[in-house]
């Protein structure tokens, strides 16, 4: 038996509930936005879990899911439900990307004047960088420990 993804979606909505935006959406009732949400959530897991995989070497193939079943094919230990949770939280604030370009073409250059978005790009990016340091930190942590025994990885000289 797996991992659900709700297991990782119940920390990341954790991580996630002061916005709003995420779980309300205009003309749907509360089962559908969370339908939806829920939706959102696992697009979101799937894509920090492949860039897990792809990136690192890690004692445990992060691709291996099932994401029809909406769980992952091997049982995950809490520090990994903790790291995919962070991962799938910068995975959701990279979306905004795309936002915050919209946004930028939105303005003429004398509502620039009286309001500019430059201070919200500014602040959005530089929470975004922090977030994406932190996270690689957790993850270069997590990739030089052994995940079962939780002991420091090293070279074996005697296999080389």
Request: net charge negative.
């Amino acid at each position: 038996m797996g991992t659900p993804f709700d297991e990782i979606n119940t920390i990341f909505y954790n991580i996630i509930e002061s916005d709003p935006d995420f779980f309300n959406y205009f003309g749907l009732n509360h089962v559908q936005s969370m339908n939806l949400a829920e939706q959102r959530a696992d697009s979101c897991l799937v894509e920090a879990a492949t860039d897990l995989a792809i990136s690192n070497e890690a004692d445990v193939d992060f691709s291996d899911f099932n994401f029809e079943e909406r769980q992952f094919n091997f049982e995950l230990n809490e520090k990994e439900k903790y790291l995919l949770a962070r991962l799938q939280y910068q995975r959701y604030l990279y979306r905004d990307f795309a936002t915050l370009r919209a946004q930028a073409m939105r303005f003429t250059s004398s509502e620039q004047e009286v309001f500019s978005p430059a201070n919200d790009r500014k602040t959005f990016l530089n929470m975004y960088t922090a977030i994406k340091e932190e996270n690689d930190i957790l993850v270069s942590r997590y990739l030089e420990k052994d995940r079962n025994s939780g002991e420091r990885k090293s070279l074996s000289y005697t296999d080389l």
